[in-house]
């Protein structure tokens, strides 16, 4: 009982699962079950990426990290720091929900409650995790599409001091550095990290219109990460997180430059937890508090093309209070590695907002408070058989509660080298404090009484190692078939002045994959994402959602200190639905339209020249490609970045 009393004297807060994932091995995840569970018996299509794949594909954004994986769609409007949505499995960018160390992070002053992909780098990320499909039964609101979980660097458990670092310079005036030391010191351990990046960008309006003035859009970009560890004695554990991010950025109004548009977007991240083992490591329970504040300006002055000007006030807070656990069970016959996780969620969110110009203005001053319980069991059967199955409620103030459940197996056929896996799951998405309470002067007035957004999905998907030329794993051709209908999507009602519960939509599609290994230096993977994605009111196709998603990846390493990194990006035609506007002869007309296709190639080159140091060249959009992922935004131009990192 010390340790129980060791740890409730701390009185600090984090949940059991998260906390663990910090000393999971690399091939272990904890993203998919709340457990650290090896990635093979996870129940759903999940994707790691790495600090290696980081590094060795120069991922410099999450966006950049996250163009390859299958089922997934990043639509950026612009280059660093405007808004870029990520559209998993073809459902809105509302239906995602991101963590940083199993805490969320999507905004609660953003009008939709999506989550923008254009701002987060990563230098203290130690490894990405996603995970698509419903997973509200694990998270709650918005993991309709899935989760994606940002891990930060952990500190080595035999060094005192460990530097790192890197530093870049490129095209259109770019400039990119980072330091930062982690180390253990006997029963504490720490990590501090700084990164800064500068660029000039380039312009984002397409070139098509004839008023686009050729203006850049530049960033400029600190963070800054700190954390310190305290492990009294094996199995207990205390922990706080401090974090912080600002951005600067051009912006555009897209069909025409806007050279005095331009952002602020900054955020605060906290977090106090800890975990103890109890009943000789049978009972893990941990607490953690957290709160995120985000806040976001824009400025839109005068210029030659628009005598406009507006200044745009957004700021959200979130504080969370997780109590978690995990129990080992006994074996049962045929079962085993049983586990029973359950847990409580607390979280409180607001939003103030003050946007427009004149004639109106939008404001929002608004808060609500959700609380969720979950439990989740999961078995193996006769060594090759994962069985897990979860259930959550959640209540928030002011609307219907939400109960989801997720049930998923996984069985490994080894006679084979084949493992076949399915799920099925429910997911919802509360309306955002906008939705509820938004009001846009005599003209808009948001519904408290909207109904969260559900769906019901399921998947089912296998992968096989094949033999050949002395190679165990010569191929792995692997498929995921996904299909979910969401109902009570809230979109705007026949006047437009207000938002209902109105839409639904079905969605399914596969994940084809083949990834060839004919040498120890040559790896190839192949990614075909097929979405059939359509409004189940019209039968008209979801705006945003292309049909078809290849991407191409390699790592060549032809000699023993040398990595090649090549990526193929191609996304079929897309329909926009929203917005399509075009200029001739000097006038414009909006329509709705298809965005064509368009193919991008990247370029990642590492020397390791010295043990501890290596060279690197970045090398973006090779062909210079005017491609527009959304329409009006083209394709940043072509960049290459040189530099060198460090680790000592």
């Known amino acids: 009982m010390r340790r129980l009393s ?9 949940l059991a699962s998260p906390a663990l994932a910090q000393t999971a091995i690399p091939d272990t995840i904890v ?111 918005q993991a309709i599409g899935g989760v994606i979980n940002l891990v930060t660097r952990r500190a080595p458990p035999d060094r005192a001091v460990q530097p790192y670092g890197e530093l870049a310079g490129g095209t259109q005036r770019t400039l990119r550095g980072g330091l930062g030391a982690t180390g253990t010191v006997g029963q504490f351990d720490y990590l501090l990290s700084g990164q800064s990046l500068s660029t000039e960008g380039s312009n984002a309006t397409a070139p098509r219109f004839q008023r686009s003035l050729g203006e850049r859009d530049g960033f400029r970009g600190g963070f800054g990460t700190a954390r310190l560890g305290w492990t009294p004695e094996a199995g207990t554990r205390v922990e706080g997180l401090l974090r912080w991010r600002q951005t600067n950025f051009g912006l555009d109004s897209i069909p025409r430059d806007d050279p005095n548009y331009s952002g602020e977007d900054r955020r605060y991240y906290g977090q106090l937890r800890g975990e103890t083992r109890l009943f000789d490591g049978l009972w893990t329970t941990g607490l953690r508090i957290a709160a995120t504040e985000d806040r976001r300006l824009y400025s839109n002055l005068p210029d030659q093309l628009s005598a406009a000007s507006t200044r745009d006030y957004y700021r959200g807070r979130r504080t969370t209070l997780d109590w978690g656990n995990t129990v080992r069970l006994p074996s049962a016959g045929f079962l ?75 069985l490994a056929v080894p006679e084979l080298a084949s493992r076949v896996r399915v799920s099925a799951g429910t997911g919802y998405a509360a309306p955002s404090l906008y939705q509820r309470f938004g009001v846009i002067t005599g003209f808009f007035r948001g519904n408290p009484d909207l109904r969260p957004e559900r769906s019901v999905g399921w998947e089912i998907g296998s992968e096989t190692d094949i033999p050949g030329f002395g190679r165990p794993n010569l191929l792995t051709p692997s498929f995921t078939y996904f299909q979910s209908r969401v109902r009570d999507l809230i979109n705007y009602n026949g006047g437009f002045n207000t938002l209902v519960n109105v839409d639904r939509a079905r969605i399914h599609g596969a994940e084809l994959g083949l990834t060839l290994r004919p040498a120890t ?11 059939e994605a359509f409004d189940a009111t019209t039968d008209q196709r979801l705006a945003r959602r292309p049909e078809h998603v290849v991407s191409i990846t390699a790592r060549v ?64 959009n090779l062909g210079n490609s005017r491609w527009e992922p959304a329409n009006g935004f083209v394709t940043p131009g072509r960049s290459v970045l040189v530099g060198t990192r460090f680790a000592l």
Do not use: C, M
């Open 521 to 531: 230096w040559f790896e190839t993977t192949a990614a075909w994402t097929i979405t």
């Open 31 to 141: 993203t998919g079950t709340r457990v650290p569970t090896p990635a093979e018996r996870v129940p759903a299509a999940t994707t790691v990426i790495t600090r290696q794949d980081i590094e060795e594909r120069g991922y410099q954004s999450l966006s950049e990290a996250l163009v390859s994986v299958p089922g997934l769609r990043i639509v950026p409007t612009g280059g660093l720091g405007s808004q870029t949505s990520v559209f998993l499995r073809g459902n809105s960018s509302r239906a995602v929900l991101v963590l940083l160390d199993g805490v969320p992070l999507n905004d609660p002053a953003e009008a939709n409650g999506a989550f923008n992909f254009g701002n987060e780098l990563l230098f203290d990320v130690e490894r990405i995790e996603v995970l698509r499909g419903p997973t509200s039964a694990l998270y709650g609101s």
């Open 6 to 14: 060791l740890f409730l004297a701390s009185g600090l807060a984090a």
């Open 557 to 620: 390493a032809p000699l023993p200190k040398v990595v090649i990194a090549p990526t193929v990006l191609f996304t079929g035609r897309s329909p926009e639905a929203a917005f399509a506007s075009y200029q001739n002869n000097g006038s414009s007309y909006a329509y709705a339209r298809s965005n064509p296709a368009g193919t991008v190639v990247n370029l990642t080159a590492t020397w390791q020249a010295f043990e501890q140091a290596a060279v690197f060249l970045e090398a973006r």
């Open 336 to 410: 085993d590695e049983g586990v029973f996780a359950f847990g409580i969620t607390h979280i409180g969110e607001e939003s103030t907002t003050r946007s427009g110009g004149a004639g109106f203005q939008t404001l929002v001053d608004a808060s609500q408070h959700s609380t969720g319980g979950y439990a989740t069991l999961q078995y193996r059967a006769f060594q090759r058989l994962d069985l897990t199955a979860g259930l959550r409620h959640d209540a928030t103030t002011g609307f219907t509660d939400a109960t989801t459940w997720r049930l998923g197996a996984v």
